[in-house]
């Protein structure tokens, strides 16, 4: 399962722009998993995260 910890994101939109069909900022300026397709772009993204907000379980 693909989870981004609100707490700890920073809603500056570096994973919607890695991996748009996965990553989406929400209302509250969170990012939140959309679909949880495990894109090759989700490594990326966590990869790219300046939070390390994401996670993969
Ligand atoms: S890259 Fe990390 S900090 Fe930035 S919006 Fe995505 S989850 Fe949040």
Sequence with gaps: ????????????????????KVFKINQEAKSEAISQKNCDC??????GCPAQAIFVS
Excluded: F, R, S, T
């Design 1 to 20: 399962m693909i989870i981004v910890d609100k707490n700890l994101c920073i809603g500056c939109g570096a994973c919607e722009v890695i991996c748009p």
């Design 42 to 47: 989700v490594k990326d993204a966590i990869e």
